[in-house]
């Protein structure tokens, strides 16, 4: 599309598009906007959404990734974890509303990941531990096209390794839907309307996991990403439909928008490994 062109698609004017390219990554588009963009990424046809990411994944490559730098900088919350590297950010002690019933839960402040375990992230693990490499990655080394994407192909144990390795836990799954929901107990971590846009779920017609900084419009109130959609993440909270199951949240690119909810419940079995399931950890604040 030309300039005119694209802007129209997207609901501005010209002139709002000239500004946004002058101003480059210093722009924060509005929450409307920053939707309609994400639509219009999740509606594009495979080849542009693969440059997208690609774009992203040389950049971040490169060097540091200078969004999560300024998020340590300007959020007093957020840490950098020593072992892994990973940025962290707070959720204080409280009560949330808690499952399909939106029971009143008390949880003890704890940190999350940000971002769940990307594929240069377990691949610092693998390298630091020799454990075993997920099955995706060929001749067992992390692919440069999916550096930034969520590390899947793994099992509830392998989570469990990581998180063990750099002094971490997996969440329970009231602190996963905790740093989801927020304290006021949104349906969703963007609030309570069911945006579709806001995720990679099946709607989307991605079919594969995506960077993990894509959907900057789906941000919990605790500041915590990609919570939603893309791959489901496991929890250390047993399943109550027998032994040897860990309950999963968030849903994937696979699942439709409706198992998206954090509220609902999943669960599978320990040994269980697929291209849509990952994880991120917690730690004590």
């Known amino acids: 599309m030309n300039g005119k062109d694209f802007a129209a698609t997207v609901g501005i004017s010209h002139r709002q598009l000239v500004n946004w390219e002058g101003r480059g990554e210093s722009i924060k588009p509005h929450p409307g906007n920053q939707a309609a963009l994400d639509t219009l990424l999740s509606r594009s046809p495979e080849p542009v959404q693969q440059r997208f990411a690609q774009l992203l994944t040389e950049r971040a490559a490169a060097g540091s990734d200078e969004r999560a730098e300024e998020l340590l900088r300007r959020d007093p919350h957020t840490?950098?974890?020593?072992?892994?590297?990973?940025?962290?950010?707070?959720?204080?002690?409280?009560?949330?509303?808690?499952?399909?019933k939106d029971a009143a839960v008390w949880l003890d402040a704890f940190r999350i990941d940000v971002y769940p375990t990307t594929n240069v992230d377990y691949d610092r693990f693998v390298r630091s531990t020799g454990?075993?490499?997920?099955?995706?990655?060929?001749?067992?080394?992390?692919?440069?096209?999916?550096?930034d994407h969520p590390v899947v192909w793994v099992t509830w144990s392998d989570a469990t390794a990581y998180a063990r390795w750099c002094g971490k836990q997996l969440p329970t799954a009231r602190q996963w839907e905790k740093a989801a929901r927020g304290p006021k107990g949104h349906a969703y971590p963007w609030g309570s309307s069911p945006t579709a846009a806001k995720c990679n779920t099946a709607e989307s017609g991605i079919g594969s996991t995506t960077p993990v900084t894509r959907y900057q419009s789906g941000v919990s109130p605790y500041g915590v990403q990609d919570l939603c959609g893309n791959v489901w993440e496991w929890c250390s909270t047993p399943g109550t439909d027998g032994t040897n199951r860990f309950q999963l949240k968030g849903s994937a690119f696979s699942s439709p928008f409706q198992r998206a909810a954090p509220s609902m419940e999943n669960a599978a079995s320990v040994g269980m490994l697929d291209n849509d399931t990952g994880f991120r950890c917690v730690s004590p604040p």
Do not use: F
């Open 131 to 147: 454990h075993r490499a997920p099955q995706h990655w060929l001749g067992g080394s992390c692919p440069n096209s999916l550096y």
């Open 79 to 100: 840490l950098r974890h020593p072992v892994d590297g990973k940025i962290m950010t707070l959720v204080e002690e409280g009560i949330y509303l808690s499952g399909p």
